[in-house]
T-cell receptor, first 115, second 109 residues
Framework: KAGVTQTPRYLIKTRGQQVTLSCSPISGHRSVSWYQQTPGQGLQFLFEYFSETQRNKGNFPGRFSGRQFSNSRSEMNVSTLELGDSALYLC??????????????FGAGTRLSVL | GIQVEQSPPDLILQEGANSTLRCNFSDSVNNLQWFHQNPWGQLINLFYIPSGTKQNGRLSATTVATERYSLLYISSSQTTDSGVYFCAVITGANSKLTFGKGITLSVRP
């Protein structure tokens, strides 16, 4: 069974541009979560989707948005990029409705550099 | 929100040595996972262990939920064990994973 797949692996953008990152969960998994990792703030939760519905959102500005499709694939979008958005963005998938009762599996991440 | 503290922040070992990594959390949890972040950034699942003890080869973990801590044991360490180890918890049925700051382990040959 294939793991969580994130594309692209690396991205370089300039300030003011927008970017879209993609995450394909493990087959059969219906929950997808997104996290941002930076050296200063560590791993921070962005949002979580289950069956195309956003169930939980972290403390990030509205420039960060996401969505989930009917096949459970998810995308996140960052508009008007800032230098501080440079980070490793990680996606996790989980099989069940209750995150607390299921293991979350992470993809290899997308490393975004904003110049 | 819940606080997750990991100690020590850095650990240097000689190959073959044993180590204990600790995770303290400030509230009761429904989910606790240990991860190893490889050099390419991917978080690799080690254990899902909200309570009790589990073993997987040279690694084992124990969570004492009533005392709000978890321990990850690495025996006979190898250079490939190097990297950052994270503990992460969930406190509600459908809430986020809250991560500790990680423990950087360096195993020297």
């Amino acid at each position: 069974k294939a793991g969580v797949t994130q594309t692209p692996r690396y991205l370089i953008k300039t300030r003011g541009q927008q970017v879209t990152l993609s995450c394909s969960p493990i087959s059969g998994h219906r929950s997808v979560s997104w996290y941002q990792q930076t050296p200063g703030q560590g791993l921070q939760f962005l949002f979580e989707y289950f069956s195309e519905t956003q169930r939980n959102k972290g403390n990030f500005p509205g420039r960060f948005s996401g969505r989930q499709f009917s096949n459970s694939r998810s995308e996140m979008n960052v508009s008007t990029l800032e230098l501080g958005d440079s980070a490793l963005y990680l996606c996790a998938s989980s099989i069940g409705q209750q995150l607390a009762k299921n293991i979350q599996y992470f993809g290899a991440g997308t490393r975004l550099s904003v110049l | 929100g819940i606080q997750v503290e990991q100690s020590p922040p850095d650990l240097i070992l000689q190959e073959g040595a044993n180590s204990t990594l600790r995770c303290n959390f400030s509230d009761s949890v429904n989910n606790l996972q240990w991860f190893h972040q490889n050099p390419w950034g991917q978080l690799i699942n080690l254990f899902y262990i909200p309570s009790g003890t589990k073993q997987n080869g040279r690694l084992s973990a124990t969570t004492v939920a009533t005392e709000r801590y978890s321990l990850l044991y690495i025996s006979s360490s190898q250079t490939t064990d190097s990297g950052v180890y994270f503990c992460a918890v969930i406190t509600g049925a459908n809430s986020k994973l809250t991560f500790g700051k990680g423990i950087t382990l360096s195993v020297r040959p």
